[in-house]
């Protein structure tokens, strides 16, 4: 794809436009809260930019994390608040020096998984759902506790590869982002205020992990080479 000043590309600029956009239109027409609006805002530039391999994703990602966090425990999901603020908020510092210590020539070096590997963080992601889930469905007021799990195991995992810096972890991102869809959905089928703006974002997340992935495996080629 041309590289466009600031090293973005035309495809970049073009979808982070048409989602902000559709962002504030959702936020007029819903009557969408500020806070819903910033999440979201921040997040998709937390994706984009994680997606290039820019440090600047762990600086939106903070912010995110604590707003996120909020939505979620006014909407029942207790076991997202739980992963924003006891896990997301000191990766997101740990991630920024890792990634600073891992770039050359200005360009972030990416990794990838041996099949073995894999197969090994998806029986962690399994058990690792199905037990959380079993202990959510305990909380009063939890809502969907099994999906609640299961898009908490996954963001923990992926976290860890983002990290570590594996291609992979766009791989787990789609499949998380996909339920975490789902799960708004649900919530806002239950009356959630947030639930459609929750929906476009975590739209927005599902398509820059498909490309996220596209990036990252052109970028580990370019390292192996």
């Known amino acids: ?98 990634w600073k210590r891992n770039r050359h020539d200005g360009k972030l070096t990416m990794r990838e998984m041996d099949q073995r590997s894999l197969l090994l963080i998806v029986v962690v992601c399994v058990l690792g759902s199905l037990g959380l889930g079993f202990g959510l469905s305990f909380i009063p007021g939890q809502n969907s506790p099994y999906i609640d799990a299961l898009t908490t195991v996954l963001s923990v995992v992926a976290t860890f590869l983002m990290v570590r810096r594996f291609k992979e972890q766009w791989l787990l991102y789609i499949v998380l982002n996909a339920f975490t869809v789902l799960l708004w959905v649900i919530r806002m089928l239950e009356g959630s205020s947030d639930g459609g703006l929750m929906i476009v974002m975590w739209g927005a997340y599902l398509i820059n992990a498909v490309y996220g992935y596209y990036t990252w495996n052109k970028g580990v080629k370019e390292v192996l080479a």
């Open 1 to 98: 794809m041309k590289k466009l000043p600031g090293n973005w590309n035309l495809f970049e600029l073009v979808w982070l436009g048409l989602f902000c956009g559709t962002a504030i239109v959702l936020t007029v027409i819903m009557k969408d809260t500020f806070l819903g609006f910033t999440v979201f805002m921040t997040g998709v530039l937390c994706v984009v930019l994680a997606a290039k391999g820019n440090l600047m994703t762990y600086v939106f990602g903070m912010y995110n994390t604590f707003g996120y966090a909020y939505l979620a425990y006014t909407n029942g999901l207790f076991g997202e608040v739980m992963l924003n603020l006891l896990f997301f908020v000191p990766m997101n510092a740990i991630g920024f020096l890792m």
